[in-house]
């Protein structure tokens, strides 16, 4: 990975997750593929992964797709607009694209979900309930 292509990835992070120290990781299955994992460095510990490339066939490339996700994303972030479904896709599709068959009905499967809860509940109302019936009652 070029000094440059570094610099924009950690950029990027600096634009999702803030200032601070990046694990960048290169994983491997020990044969064929390789991936990227993005961690925030806490000092003596590692957060959870932020953010995975999918798997690459070889050690170059899950930094060319891990610039490419960050990229796009950051694209996105900065237009100001709600992220689409064919955004995500984009994002998220993998080297390849080769994840899309796989996200897109995830994605419509969620979007249903979001639109039934919508459905269901009215506005003012948590879990079925009115938000006022929740507040606490002031006393006399």
Known sequence: M?????????ASCEIFW?????????ETDGWMT????VKKDLGI???PPLIMT????????????????LRIWAEQIWSGQLMTDDQRLEIFGGPSERNKPILRP???????????ST????????????IR??????AP
């Open 2 to 10: 070029s000094s440059t292509q570094f610099q924009r990835i950690l």
């Open 45 to 47: 510990s590692f957060e």
């Open 34 to 37: 390789y991936c990227v994992v």
């Open 54 to 69: 999918g798997a690459c066939g070889s050690e170059d490339r899950p930094w060319g797709e891990l610039d490419r996700m």
């Open 106 to 116: 995830f994605i419509a499967r969620i979007n249903e979900r979001e639109m039934d």
């Open 133 to 138: 019936s929740r507040l606490p009652v002031a």
């Open 119 to 130: 459905v269901r509940q009215a506005p003012g109302e948590i879990d079925g309930q009115h």
């Open 18 to 26: 803030g200032k601070g120290d990046y694990d960048l990781d290169i």
